[in-house]
């Protein structure tokens, strides 16, 4: 009897010790999933958003070694009234008003302060839509209606088989894709649960098989077609996108901080909606978009590409919000108004015919309520008009 519990107790330790040391091998995926698990709590989504790092791998991105690119600081305008109140409601951490180039309106909210680095989250889509019209322009990428198995052949047999390229630039892949954030066991966050845990982006997308409609035939938001786009740039160039973005998009821009991506387990940028930079860098990026692709006297990305890309072209149903190739047309706006849009708040609102540039950040848990997304924009609007 003594033997046999002498035995057991062994054991016993034997797994204590085992649990032990896979616990400490797992401690940072550990960490990193209890990271992502509360990431959207509301004790902690604003720091959160400041410095996803924490709970996400992630590559940095230099920023090259020219000059910060000025933003002049301009007459300080009038805030229309509401604002305020429309800051505290959609819990805003920054707002940057810009016009000609210069700053009109600069705030941060909720503890935020200018050289955080905030989660850009869906507006890192039309960044990855400029490097991908430059890389277009120099012959990199043969055509916009190029099968995506041309130059990434791992999708041949799944669900983007037969998929043109311009089917998922304007979110007509059809593939099945279930975006529904609140859903623990929705594909958008089974795919944060990948990327947190080590796993790899590429092999989540090529594991897709399902769809919802032929390419080409409906429209519907689909987050993982941003990183086929991706996949689509790195099979063309043999590059990793952090590089490319860097050298062609980033640098051109003259941030004032570095920004980064966060990655998967294999180092592969989260290109649909990790990247971080300031508030005033995408302001940078979005005076670039106002000036028709030109920055600092050079011309960034193509104007050909700039116009293409921010027109509807996407069939949206009426009424809707127009969608170009990864660019949002506010629904009803003049022409020459467009915007990049990420989740919990975050906008980068470009109006051409003003030249006003409008980002806001923010950490919204509200932000999917109804008509919380059009008093976003009729916010905008009225800040535009009022410059």
């Known amino acids: ?22 616990g400490l091998w797992k401690h940072e995926e550990i960490m990193r999933l209890r990271a992502v698990n509360s990431l959207f709590d509301a004790d902690r989504i604003v720091a959160n958003f400041s410095r996803m790092d924490r709970a996400f791998l992630s590559v940095e991105l230099p920023r090259g070694n020219g000059p910060v690119m000025p933003l002049q600081e301009g007459a300080r305008m009038d805030l229309p009234e509401g604002t305020h109140d429309w800051i505290k409601a959609r819990a805003v951490t920054s707002l940057l008003v810009l016009r000609d180039g210069r700053i009109r309106h600069e705030s941060y909210h909720l503890g935020t302060d200018a050289q955080d680095r905030r989660i850009s989250w869906s507006i890192a889509k039309s960044f990855l839509s400029a490097l991908f019209g430059i890389l277009l322009d120099e012959g990199r990428i043969g055509s916009l209606d190029d099968p995506v198995t041309r130059y990434v052949p791992e999708l041949r047999g799944g669900a983007y088989d037969g998929t043109t390229i311009r089917n998922v630039l304007q979110m007509t892949s059809g593939v099945k894709f279930d975006e529904d954030y609140l859903d623990h066991d929705s594909d958008i966050n089974r795919m944060g649960r990948v990327i947190a845990l080590g796993g790899t982006m590429d092999g989540f997308a090529a594991g897709l098989q399902a769809r919802a409609s032929e390419p080409g035939e409906t429209w519907k938001y689909v987050s993982i077609d941003t990183h086929v786009i991706g996949m689509v740039i790195r099979g063309a160039t043999g590059r990793g996108i952090p590089s490319l973005m860097s050298e062609r998009v980033i640098a051109p821009i003259g941030p004032e901080r570095a920004p980064y991506y966060i990655t998967d387990g294999e180092g592969v940028a989260f290109v649909l909606g990790g990247l971080n930079m300031t508030t005033r860098d995408y302001a940078r990026f979005g005076l670039l978009y106002a000036q028709g692709g030109r920055i600092g006297g050079r011309q960034v990305v193509p104007a050909s590409w700039v116009t293409a890309s921010t027109r509807s072209s996407a069939p949206t149903a009426p009424g809707q919000a127009g969608y170009g190739l990864h660019w949002w047309i506010p629904s009803d706006s003049d022409p020459g108004v467009f915007m990049a849009r990420g989740i919990y708040g975050q906008y980068i609102y470009i109006d051409r015919p003003r030249g006003v540039v409008i980002v806001t950040t923010a950490a919204d848990r509200n932000f999917r309520e109804d008509g919380v997304h059009e008093a976003n924009i009729e916010m905008f609007r009225r800040i535009a008009e009022n410059v």
């Open 1 to 22: 009897m003594r033997a046999a519990i002498r035995w057991s107790f062994r054991g016993f330790l034997a797994l204590l010790v085992a649990g032990s040391v896979v």
